[in-house]
T-cell receptor
Framework: EAQVTQNPRYLITVTGKKLTVTCSQN?????MSWYRQDPGLGLRQIYY???????DKGDVPEGYKVSRKEKRNFPLILESPSPNQTSLYFC???????????FGEGSRLTVL | LAKTTQPISMDSYEGQEVNITCSHN???????ITWYQQFPSQGPRFIIQ???TKVTNEVASLFIPADRKSSTLSLPRVSLSDTAVYYC??????????????FGQGTELSVKP
């Protein structure tokens, strides 16, 4: 089954404790991206990747890092999480031939 | 990068046609317009995409005027299961369009019996 898988789905952590949210897709898509969703603000893009080893900032990249060492994986790294990074995070992928984004189920992160 | 503006919320009744309009005054020549549907606790799901004029698929139609500064998603005969948030997205993920995407704030559609 074609899908985008995120882990963990839920996480409660404390300020400053590094964490990684993994994202994996099995559709051989070149494009992958991360979003955060907050009430009243819709979906905001954090980082995106056009292909392996090619990443760039989205609208709200501060406090986040990403890497794209393999085509299927695009982890989101929070080096020193803060409470304002409490949010619902979505990973998405897309083939280069169409613009349709395929989203994961989301990861709800709480930073205390 | 084109910023999009949508109504925050809309109400409708079962069986009615619903039209949701998105404004994107600064749309670029290469930008496509895409609409997504999102249910609570789920990731957004693709509905329809277009570049100009009209596009129709099995669930919706997308109307884009000649100046492309706005677009209208049309949902025919909505049912209770169409209650969701609808997002308009302008941009593209094609290699020559760059990868930065900006979603609108979304329109919360509530369908009543």
């Amino acid at each position: 089954e074609a899908q985008v898988t995120q882990n963990p789905r839920y996480l409660i952590t404390v300020t400053g404790k590094k964490l990684t949210v993994t994202c994996s897709q099995n559709m051989n898509h070149e494009y992958m991206s991360w979003y955060r969703q907050d009430p009243g603000l819709g979906l905001r893009q954090i980082y995106y990747s056009m292909n392996v080893e090619v990443t760039d900032k989205g609208d709200v990249p501060e406090g986040y890092k990403v890497s794209r060492k393999e085509k299927r994986n695009f982890p989101l790294i929070l080096e020193s999480p803060s409470p304002n990074q409490t949010s619902l995070y979505f990973c998405a992928s897309s083939p280069t031939s169409t613009g349709e984004l395929f989203f994961g189920e989301g990861s709800r992160l709480t930073v205390l | 990068l084109a910023k999009t503006t949508q109504p925050i919320s809309m109400d409708s009744y079962e069986g009615q046609e619903v039209n949701i309009t998105c404004s994107h005054n600064n749309i670029a020549t290469n930008d496509y317009i895409t609409w997504y549907q999102q249910f609570p606790s789920q990731g957004p799901r693709f509905i329809i995409q277009g570049y100009k004029t009209k596009v129709t698929n099995e669930v919706a139609s997308l109307f884009i005027p000649a100046d492309r500064k706005s677009s209208t998603l049309s949902l025919p005969r909505v049912s209770l299961s169409d209650t969701a948030v609808y997002y308009c997205l302008v941009g593209g993920t094609r290699r020559n369009q760059g990868g930065k995407l900006i979603f609108g704030q979304g329109t919360e559609l509530s369908v009543k019996p």
